[in-house]
């Protein structure tokens, strides 16, 4: 008898944390935090908040009744935010050790070091490459890479006796995602093989959208047109993308090396997630490529850059239009270049769906449309499985049992209805509520 008892993450987007019991022990899956409970507070610094107030506000997963169980490993399937962010304020009470791929845990440490509260022991904090197998008593664990917007992401099975949860959070089916392996489909088809019964935790964040999500390799072609349109006019081009997505970095890097352009980077989180990569040599990016992760550090470079706008590409933080990003400040006139008719501004993101998001992104628009700039919005594809991806997927694992996860209600309904499409029924298909635990298996 399995238990699956969702923490975070069950209709909501964020604070990802689930434990998966096997005879009163368990494994826990993550544990993320909710950006946009915190993002509305002025110099929110979470570092400094307490594990408390951080429940309170529901940033973090309330794992207050779970405390006090025995937690074998706690296991993370990537380095985004919704799925480490709460490790600091959260492991030292399990005393267990963290797995992640090597990608992962170097993202984890730097994040620790950020936070002023007493954080798990590095002793206990260990990377395992994608592909590892783990063993923790009678529990084995596989780490089973997946394509995701970033790197040494890992749907994670964690097999017991001839029972197996899959947890696959967050993936997508990308044939061309142009740095990292693809899906490991193989290892996907293989549970189905070993076991009596198997149980898949599958996100749901994109599987409200109809269809396939596009590849890396069509966004690269899409970035392709818009630079090379925007190019033509002379001006200034200034991009602004995920900071911890290598891929479409690398491509926009290459890509304005085509152009005839130099590239610079600024931003702090794009520095510690670039050198993160670069240091485990999961990405190659020119020698000469010149990375700023205190923008008054490329002051310097940056006025160069305002005389010689023809020559430049801007890669900086401030998609989703935050007030302290380089390209907001630059937006501000606090930061050199100035803003001029001519320049491109391209967002390769789409901006996350809260209130303050949106309305930051808006007043950030405004204010590069009222100094000349032409706006590009969404040369993106997400790194979330659509609904048509979901199926294959489903078609593909052939679990025993659908528990939809990571979504808001509509979207954890929505894969519902996918599976039961595909023959699932209410006895086959668990939407669970955080806190709540099913049991099942023999
Ligand atoms: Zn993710």
Redesign the pocket.
Known sequence: MIEILPIGGMNEVGRNMTAIGFDGEYIVVDMGIRLDSIIGFDDVDIGRMSRAELINLQAIPDDTDFRGNKVKAILLS?G?L??IGAVGKLATSYNAPIYGTPYTIRILKKLLREEHFPTPSQHLIRAVLPKATLRFDNVRVEFIPVT???LH?VAIAIHHENETVLVAS?FKLDEHPLLGPLTDTEGLCRLRKDNNCLIALVGSVRADEPGTTPSEAEVRDMLKKVMEESADSGGLLYISTFSSHMARLKSIVDLSYELGRTPVMVGRSLKNYCSAATELGLVEFPRELEIYGRPNTAKKVMKRIENRRQDYVIICTGHQGEPTSVLTRIADGKLPPRVRKGDHVIFSSSVIPSPINQANRAELEAKLEVQGAEIHRDVHAS?HARREDIKKFLKMVAPDVVVPCHGTPEKLHAMATIAAELGYTKNTIHLLKNGTAIHVGG
């Open positions: 990537h985004h919704d799925h995701h917007s970033i992401t967050d790194g």
